[in-house]
């Protein structure tokens, strides 16, 4: 009873990073929707080769910096014990929080968009998903430098982020905002005076619908398996998800007054949002938690491109970065028993991990992208730019012409 227990939950984990590694098709797509037409191959192939460079990065620092087990190196014969015990459980585990790595410079991707140079920003996930993520990562999923244990001394709980509204997505979204503003925006974007000159709308809804269509659909694996076990298993988690995703519909639809881009990113709004929560709010919560989340994306979005004159692509920072601190916090608030959650949480604790996963962000990204600026550029050159990173960068356009015999 005990190996089929055992061999379940491989299976249960394993459907979660099938589930996960999908929602990077969804990040491709919405990327390649955004992007101008010259720029959507660029956006297809960063995805795609951010992933190879994430698992390597992994698979042999990251992973072991986050957890204290190093596979890639077999030390202390890790690799070898993962291979031959529990039908391989703790192979399949990294597997699954790989893809939740993998995200960080997916998320980047979108921030960063049609004037960034290929092999700089491989570099920059190399460094990030070794090294920058999995130091939050430890701290909040497995209680690293022992600052759970200080904050449920102080508070009576932990920080409680169940599926990652700031281990990953706020984590990504302050990294991205800290590669923006050292990329700088793009050429012909905004006027001398601020203004923004060039709207540069998307290049394809239906690209951007389907990987927002995509990115929803896999969610439900990033949260649900986030217990990574069956026994752990709760349809609550699905449901608050649910309601939290229609909630960013709604709000996004109504603010963004029927904006297909605001429509097809509000339920990634208050899935981002829900993440940390899922597990202790009610389902009436996750619906107020997600229409929350759908309202400041729309009005971070727009506020950020023509206030701030911060050129965010796919406005990644206020989808992942802003919503995903509005998660993080929300937890404190509607996990109370008071407003129907389940309790253990605390606000101050929310506060604390919130401002330390930020923290974490700013500071590794500058050291990252402000060291590769530094010695080797971050830019595509001005012809480049103008050329777009297709033709520039591969040689290819997204639909080369045919010729005609």
């Not at 491989?10 to 037409?37: D, N, P, R, S």
């Amino acid at each position: 009873m005990e190996q089929l227990t055992t061999s379940i939950d491989v299976l249960f984990i394993l459907l979660g990073a099938i589930l996960v590694l999908f929602m990077h098709a969804g990040f491709a797509f919405l990327e390649v929707g955004t992007v101008q037409h010259k720029n959507q191959v660029n956006a297809l192939v960063k995805i795609m080769s951010d992933l190879g460079v994430s698992t390597v990065a992994y698979f042999f620092v990251g992973y072991g910096m986050a957890y204290g087990v190093f596979l890639g190196f077999n030390m202390d014969g890790a690799l070898t014990q993962a291979m031959t015990e529990r039908s391989g459980y703790d192979l399949v585990k990294f597997f699954f929080l790989m893809t939740f790595a993998a995200a960080i410079p997916a998320i980047v991707s979108g921030g960063i968009a049609e004037r960034a140079r290929f092999y700089p920003q491989l570099a920059a996930t190399f460094f990030i998903v070794a090294l920058v993520y999995p130091m939050f990562e430890g701290i909040a999923w497995n209680g690293n430098f022992g600052i759970q244990a200080i904050l449920e001394e102080n508070y009576g709980a932990g920080f409680h982020d169940f599926a990652g509204s700031i281990v990953v997505h706020g984590v990504g979204g302050w990294i991205a905002l800290i590669a923006v503003i050292l990329l700088g925006a793009r050429k012909g974007r905004y006027t001398a005076e601020g203004q923004i000159k060039q709207n540069h709308p998307p290049s394809s809804i239906p690209f951007l619908a389907l990987g927002a269509w995509i990115l929803t659909v896999g969610w439900f694996g990033f949260n649900v398996m986030s217990a990574q076990q069956i026994e752990g298993i709760q349809g609550l988690v699905a449901v608050n998800s649910l309601m939290a995703m229609v909630g960013g519909i709604l709000a996004a639809t109504f603010i963004g007054d029927k904006d297909p881009g605001f429509v097809h990113n509000g339920p990634l709004a208050g899935l981002v949002a829900i993440c940390a929560g899922s597990d202790v709010v009610s389902p009436l919560g996750a619906l107020v938690i997600g229409l929350i989340a759908g309202a400041l994306f729309v009005k971070a979005f727009t506020w950020t491109q023509k206030h701030l004159k911060v050129d965010d692509v796919l406005g990644v920072w206020a989808l992942h970065g802003l919503c995903g601190v509005w998660g993080a916090i929300a937890v404190g608030i509607f996990g109370t028993t008071a407003l129907g959650g389940l309790g253990g949480v605390s606000i101050e604790s929310q506060l604390v991990g919130t401002l330390m996963g930020i923290s974490i962000a700013v500071v590794g990204a500058t050291i990252v992208y402000g060291l590769l600026k530094m010695f080797v550029g971050l830019r595509l050159t001005e012809e480049q730019e103008y050329d777009g990173a297709d033709l520039s960068l591969h040689r290819i356009h997204a639909n080369p012409p045919r010729d005609d015999y």
